[in-house]
């Protein structure tokens, strides 16, 4: 399973699902409504346009099998997300929906030849027997398209209606059935109650323009919702490992385990995060990292699971399989974004049911009207209503934007963990960053040390570095950078217990490592006021490192700003955004680092709580503001601000607490995201206009009479592909503004 909690084999679990047979939101109340019913059952998240479900249950109240079951009963089969024969089974159906659309089409294309002189023939040009003749043909070739490319309509509707409920597919197949049974009954009795009308010929041409719609629509989907499925496939199968007689074998990846030495050829994706040992390549990253060009991967170098070695072989020593690695980590934000409904998708979703049963109620409306003219024509009237109305594209109309905008930006390099948040994102006006770590790069240098009387300089490093070696933030991996830098070995502090307090510093006890009975040393790493010590009088960052008895030392940590910092502060600024930074840092450092990157509103020596107080603030003012992090000490601000960024690729990212995570760490992702969220934005209005307008234009019109069925058909699968074309659009990169620079 994808997930367990902490209490063992009876706690919570969480399973990534895709449903089978799924393609609308009625669909997916069906399968929520169907698996929250099941005991044991504890939260259900069904996405229709990814086709996915997360499903979190108890294990000691059910077995999968029995919620497996109990969405199979109502007509929706779930399969594995890690299942290894889904690609397979998709391809199948792919390949069978085509061959429904080509019989369609070709079936259509014959019924269109034979129903043509019965519309230019003059009276007279034409015997009873030959119109009658020309009938006959065109209903035998119109059983299979009824029969074969129909069937998915039908089995969805009879589906809908063992279950008592009102499905989109309901009103398509009671459409095609209504129209085949009235030219069915003209073809036999011509002089009947249904009148002598034929049909077959818009039967089939609506059926083919319903089956183009669907399959433009299905391939369009994967594209722009594929950049999840192109990451997941990124692992290989196999892989050659070394064996104990020195052999290179090949083995499953699954097989592999921390401390393995695997080869990974040219052309293959590394299958685990590891080092390299043996050889120098070049890996692309591009998905994981966003970084476009190809980095170079010598000896000593990190590798990244996913990543693909483009140039040569390399031996590769395992750190972290499976669910260890920042791959599964990347998968997991992108899952659990792909399953989200943002407000607009669930104002739609709620709006679709009601709509269906107005549109049946308009349908019968409709025929009760036409009735007392003529029957056949108010069949077919109400045929047209079924067809024209269905709410197909109200409920793409924000998912398939959504989705196309979360894959742009993963390509990116910007994971989505809430999709809700574009829409957030979109309507900021205020973007406030963090110093160390955001604005300036993830591991600053260490400058001057400053040591009390007695101390020297590298002691007082060493103590640092052995303290901090457990922590992420910038400045405890600078002290131990440096003291990696000088020294091969670890510190000769041993580490018994570390407290990490949120902005502040570090508290821990260390001991001299293979001296069991001796004292531990009670240390504080941090800012002055943590450490109780007066701070240097320099604009530079610095922390200091204190002791019961006082301060020990004090250091210099010289920060650059990220090459790419005024460039993104001049872009957020023409995009009408105000910029501000705020900065646990002492205020002369944080105003020196904002006077480089061109932002005038500065604010240091801020704790974590003045931080989320001037948030607050900001938001009381009517500002709707968005937050630029490092994810480490930042966490109650980015969870509380209106949209929220997490920087730096040593973030936990299953743990962040923002709405998107910066992968490389170029500030240039944070204006390049919110322009696309303002483009998602803009296309999810559209395509919500253009659906209410479709429906207000068309309902009329065919209530009327004036709309025939096979247009009617047309209308249909038109106004879907205009919401998912138009959506697609998202996938494509946007015009480059011009920014300024430093």
């Given amino acids: 399973m994808d997930g367990q909690g902490d209490e063992g084999q009876g706690g919570r679990w969480e399973s990534q699902v895709v449903v089978e047979g799924m393609h609308c939101a009625a669909c997916a109340f069906s399968v929520e409504n169907a698996l929250s019913q099941v005991p044991g059952v504890l939260e259900v998240d069904v996405n229709a346009a990814t086709r996915r479900a997360r499903v979190v249950w108890s294990a000691a109240a059910v077995k999968p099998s029995r919620w ?5 009963a109502a007509g929706y089969r779930l399969l594995p997300a890690a299942d290894l024969f889904l690609r397979a089974r998709r391809t199948r159906e792919a390949r069978l929906a085509l061959w429904r659309w080509l019989v369609a089409g070709f079936c259509m294309m014959q019924v269109m030849m034979y129903a043509y002189p019965a519309y230019v023939a003059e009276p007279g040009d034409m015997t009873a027997d030959a119109a009658q003749l ?8 119109t059983l299979p398209v009824l029969l074969f490319s129909c069937s998915p309509f039908f089995r969805s509707a009879l589906r809908d209606l063992r279950a ?15 129209t085949f049974v009235v030219s069915t009954a003209a073809t036999f009795d011509p002089t009947g109650p249904l009148g002598s009308e034929v049909y077959f010929d818009s039967l089939t041409m609506f059926v083919f323009f319903l089956l183009t719609g669907r399959w433009l629509e299905a391939r369009l989907r994967d594209r722009t919702a594929g950049a999840l499925e192109a990451l997941m496939n990124r692992l290989p199968d196999s892989v050659e490992r070394l064996g104990a007689d020195g052999e290179f074998t090949r083995v499953a990846v699954r097989r592999l385990a921390a401390g393995d030495v695997v080869r990974v050829l040219p052309g293959e994706a590394f299958p685990a995060d590891g080092v390299v040992l043996e050889g120098e390549t070049a890996a692309d990253e591009a998905l994981l990292t966003g970084e476009s060009r190809p980095v170079s991967r010598g000896c000593g170098a990190r590798v990244l699971a996913g990543s693909h070695n483009l140039s040569s072989a390399v031996r590769v020593r395992i750190d972290a399989v499976g669910d260890d690695t920042r791959f599964a980590q990347i998968v997991a934000l992108m899952e659990n974004a792909s399953l989200q409904k943002p407000r607009l998708a669930r104002l739609a979703d709620r709006a679709a049911r009601p709509f269906l049963a107005a549109v049946l109620a308009a349908a019968a409306a409709a025929a009760a009207l036409w009735w007392h003219i003529d029957p056949g024509k108010a069949l077919m009237v109400a045929v047209s209503v079924l067809i024209v109305t269905c709410p197909c594209a109200l409920s793409l109309a924000t998912p398939a934007a959504m989705l196309a905008s979360a894959g742009a930006l993963a390509r990116r390099g910007v994971m989505v963990r809430n999709l809700q948040a ?10 406030v960053f963090d110093k160390t770590g955001t604005l300036t790069g993830e591991t600053p240098r260490l400058g001057r040390v400053y040591c009390r009387q007695g101390m020297r300089p590298g002691d007082a490093v060493e103590l640092a570095a052995a303290l901090g070696q457990r922590s992420l933030h910038p400045a405890s991996r600078a002290m131990t950078a440096a003291w990696a830098a000088q020294f091969r070995s670890p510190p000769a502090w041993e580490l018994l217990q570390v407290t990490e307090h949120g902005g502040l510093g570090l508290e821990g006890r260390v001991r001299r490592r293979g001296l069991a009975d001796a004292e531990a040393w009670r240390l504080r790493l941090g800012s002055a006021a943590f450490c109780g010590v007066q701070p240097l009088d320099i604009e530079s960052a610095q922390i200091h490192l204190s002791d019961p008895k ?5 250091f210099v940590l010289n920060e650059e700003l990220r090459p790419d910092a005024c460039d993104a502060v001049a872009a957020l600024k023409a995009q009408a955004l105000a910029v501000r930074l705020l900065s646990g840092d002492r205020a002369a450092a944080a105003c020196e680092i904002g006077r480089q990157a061109g ?6 020596d801020c704790s974590p709580e003045s931080k989320l107080g001037t948030l607050r603030e900001l938001q009381a003012e009517g500002h709707r503001v968005g937050m630029v992090g490092d994810g480490l000490n930042d966490g109650p601000v980015l969870a509380h601000a209106d949209a929220s960024f997490a920087m730096g690729n040593a973030v936990p990212l299953a743990q962040a607490r923002a709405d998107f995570v910066v992968l490389g760490g170029a500030l240039g992702a944070v204006p390049a995201a919110v322009a696309q969220a303002r483009r998602t934005l803009r296309v999810v209005r559209q395509n919500l206009w253009w659906a209410a307008g479709y429906n207000a234009l068309c309902v009329p019109v065919a209530l009327a009479g004036w709309l025939p069925a096979w ?3 047309l209308g249909m699968a038109a106004s879907s592909l205009a919401v998912v074309f138009n959506a697609a659009r998202l996938a494509l990169p946007a015009g480059k503004s011009e920014s300024g620079g430093c």
């Fill in 68 to 72: 497996f079951a109990a969405s199979a």
């Fill in 134 to 141: 020309l009938r006959w043909a065109s209903w035998v070739l």
């Fill in 164 to 178: 008592r409920r009102v499905g989109m597919d309901l009103p398509v197949a009671l459409g095609i059935a209504i």
């Fill in 422 to 431: 574009l829409e957030a994102l979109a309507a900021i006006d205020t973007l």
């Fill in 550 to 554: 006082g301060w020990i030392a004090s």
């Fill in 599 to 604: 932002i005038h509103a500065v604010q240091g």
């Fill in 711 to 713: 247009l009617a058909g």
